[in-house]
């Protein structure tokens, strides 16, 4: 042990546990606390920030991560003292040339966002909520360019310092890349496939799904995928999400609507698939800097792995659809499985990224992220919002949103602050594709879900990806489990594979 | 405004969102988070309690805090300010003495106590929860210890010293003085009475009340009373409670029953009342050290005011029985309101403090003191607890608990680290008398209450208490609203004539 390291540790201790508070009251604000609340408990919220940033932040633990940084005794750390060295000094070169009281205004003022976003939405106006967007707007440009300043490269763009919270490694030019391919391969299939499917497209029956029936079988749904209710929590929330205080208590949210089955399904596959990931932390880790998820598109590769590729499979469904006919017999008794798994994998263009199909998701993500990065750049700014979205909606989806409730107020990541985060939907969604091509080299896992045996799969995924938290990075993982780093074309081919032939073979 | 007191404001900011955070912390332990993830989050609460700690008390706020306290410097604050002063001095008085490490320590252990308790209770065996129990007993004599040492009084009783935590300026001495009332004058009429309503009790059926409309019914009943559900939050937990964020932020939980429809009902008017208290104080004093309820007691005389005094008066009933009627109509179609009003104010000694009658109440309550006071000034250990319960309850009430869970295993309070917290329970109950007493020379209270129009009962507490949290005690606000102090005889006076009466004219 290092006697050094021992004296930073308790910055990180009450750092993290800071953080841990700040993680309760969001979950809190999303599924419980009372709307007039909100106003006052920013002012918890920009408190405990505070207390995280000088924790985390300051002159001692700055001289001291320098020298443990040194050679000398760098080698001298146990190798989760050396990742957390890492990512300390990470999260210093994020923080650092943050005026304090700037970063407490802000946090203060995203505590504040989501309410302001969600009457927005309500009331379908986006001009309740562009004021204080433009705020946050301001803010993440100033930040950017504080740190590039405080950086050693001049030519970065202001976007790629944003990228960098979400994805360490993944550069704007390495998203233009992985978005090319997706235009040029992806948007042609894509327009091939619709033009079939609107012919034959199968939903399941328009009807009433009894909201605590639907609430039963999604938290029994949980429970079949791997959740542990003795280490997590399901809630409620207007928009689902996912969060952890630590690795023994993970949350997830759901929201169901009675004229929706498939909504709260498969938002709670999804979400229990990020749940997996951070049930699956080391415990020799927990409440450590690398206790948590490496990355958001890693993460989102978990949750998307669950959803789609896995929970909108044939095999999936074959030992519990009949669990589900029975919890809805009168909607769905003339409902072959067939026709359920055609249903779930119908592709339409949509309006509403939550709500998107598999083929056409990524698009959704690419007019967010060329939108961010237009408003990072100042090409745009926050009232141009909902003209941009909707040509680009038109652009790549071929539809314009009706409304801004359904449009550019959909989401809620830009209250939260959330810029640079939507890229590592597109990006988790394609690394899901490889992840599962190297599985299926490894076990029969289509053999496993026939069999409701879901535990293999969480079992590998657990060694491979989960245990190591942040000590290993995004293409690290993807080298050492499948050989290679991040690869795109996996993906376009697994759609490709999967859409041709579900369109081929499942005419009705 | 004084620089001298701008300058220490930010660290009560910094310790109240702590304070905040923690009580979040708490409310989300008992209400939903998961049971495995406890021993990791007592973590997070030590630390919080240390942040806590930290800002409230060092040597830059004790410097400027006496300087402000001098008598120049004192005259030039404005009256919040002078009260924010005096409390933080009391507050510093507490925590002072106390080294760090141990109040960081012995946090951690409460916040692990509390499943622990729930384990032995399940079980009903006290032997899981004492060696924990012995843990928290220990730390309360030594910091009380502690105390002691620091005071000035070398010959206050180390109960004092707790009781100082939740009633200033009740010590053991004027309660040896309230307790012996109890027992000489209500002891003697608790016998008679209950030797007369052995013969007579009336009970609610026996029967099934259906959860899902006991929630309802509660949730309707809670905002009847008061509650506002724009700055509030129910919640279900183990045993029913309130607590607060802050007075935009007030939260209260309920626990419910299939076969007994009485707990949820009265649990729900209590904590309404606790709730009502924490709405009412005034913004200007909201995440200050002054604004929240003056005392335990001042809060239970709200909860047990609105329980028992109005909660469970026919004049109450009147105008929403027929809504309960309504919503067990099985159960209730054939009780009457006189038939309800005697079963709600039934006299049965009982094991259950929480479900105990109002006229034996303070027995229960008396057990618990005599009790503690033993185990502070160790003629008790924690291992001879049950048998010393035991004893107290056949003293008292004429029975002796079946079982430890129905014994000494039954509050969470001690689980809590809550010792000197229970008298407040049976001081408040008699301050409620005292202070309806007021109300009735004031207002028409019966007349509001039989026309359902409760808001001026509310709005004369709220004028009276609620509105100045900590700003002014328990005898300050008794002597301004009443014109005494506290005076228990209004609460024997209550009890003998409601009693009498009760069991006069309900002869059945």
Redesign the interface.
Known sequence: MSTLFDEIKPYM??G???K??LT??EW?QET??????A???A??I???S??YLESMVNDDVKKKLEKLHSEKEFSQLSSIEQAIVKEWKNVIKQLEPIPQNEYQAYTELVAKAGNIWAKAKEKNDFSVFSPCLQEIVDYKRKFATYRKKAGKDRKIELYDILLEDYEPGFTTKKLDEFFEQIKKELVPFIQKIVKKSSKKNYCLPKAKYDIEKQREFCKWLAGYVGFD?????L?ESEHPFSTN??????RISNHFYEDNLESAIFSIIHETGHALYEFGIDNEI??TLVGFGTSMGMHESQSRFYENIIGRSEKFWKPIYSKLQETFPEQLENVSIKDFIHAINRVEPGMIRTEADELTYSLHVLVRYETEKMLLSKKIEVKDLPKVWNEKYQEYLGISPDSDKNGVLQDVHWACGDFGYFPSYALGTAISAQIYNNMLEIMPIEEYLESGNLLPIRDYLKEHIYQYGKRKNTNELLKEMTGEEFNASYYIQYLKEKYTRLYDSNEK
């Open positions: 201790d009450k993290m546990a800071a841990a508070a309760l009251l809190d419980s606390a009372p709307p007039m609340g106003e006052w408990t002012k918890i920009g408190e405990l505070n207390v209710f003795s280490k997590g929590v809630g205080l630590h690795n023994h208590d993970v927990t409440m």
